[in-house]
């Protein structure tokens, strides 16, 4: 597939109607969408689980999960808003911008993945629970809030997460375990000696994690 398709509602609020989109089809699983903001109708996912290219949910626009799992490929570009209503999952394996966004998290996941350097950028946004998969490096620009935040690899995995000094994250329950005996998880900020900071409101559960740069 190529190009982009771009979401109109010009028929319903439903992905999976043909009408919806300017392709005059929804989209191929891995290409490109686009949902612009002052459409008649925002988008809902139905039907079954999606997986697309790259994302851009522009201002005033808003893409409703509506209890299914949404794959993003590459680039994740969210000026308008996401809004969970149950457990789903929003898988991200490219970079990730919610700058100027929103979250409706409900009890979702957001699930950090893909191979190689990563540039996220939450928002400062509140999130239910957000895991870091192995075998990336996240650079984080922003801070967030989470209920829970997590990583664990598994036997030669490793994590490398990198913050922007200054930002704050706040999670209520924090868990990064590396395989007994390894320091497979690296917390560190962008610029050494510069600070960044780590707010744990209820319980941690840490093992083989080197932090740097921080009050954690």
């Known amino acids: 597939p190529g190009g982009t398709d771009v979401w109109t509602g010009a028929v319903s609020t439903n992905w999976s109607v043909n009408g919806n989109w300017s392709l ?6 891995g290409e490109n969408i686009r949902i612009p903001g002052g ?24 893409l409703s999960l509506n209890g299914y799992n949404l794959t993003v490929l590459n680039k994740a570009v969210v000026s308008g808003a996401v809004t969970a209503a149950a457990a789903e ?22 699930l950090l993945a893909g191979v190689g350097t990563r540039s996220i950028n939450l928002g400062n946004l509140a999130f239910y629970k957000v895991r870091a998969m192995p075998d990336t ?8 809030s989470a209920f829970r935040f997590y990583c664990e690899p598994s036997t030669g995995q490793t994590c490398s997460l990198t913050f922007t000094p200054g930002t704050m994250v706040t999670v209520n329950l924090l868990t990064l375990l590396s395989p007994p005996g390894t320091t497979n998880i690296v917390l560190k900020s962008a610029q050494n000696g510069q600070a960044w900071g780590l707010n744990v409101l209820s319980n941690c559960s840490v093992r083989g994690v080197a932090v740097q740069d921080s009050d954690a």
């Open 137 to 144: 490096v996240i650079s984080f620009g922003t801070g967030f």
């Open 89 to 110: 999952t929003l898988t991200l394996k490219g970079d990730v911008d919610f700058t100027g966004g929103s979250v409706t998290p409900a009890f979702s996941t957001f």
């Open 24 to 29: 005059n089809r929804y989209p191929f699983d």
């Open 39 to 62: 459409t008649l109708r925002n988008p809902s996912v139905d039907g079954s689980d999606r997986v697309v290219g790259g994302l851009a949910i522009e201002p005033n626009a808003v």
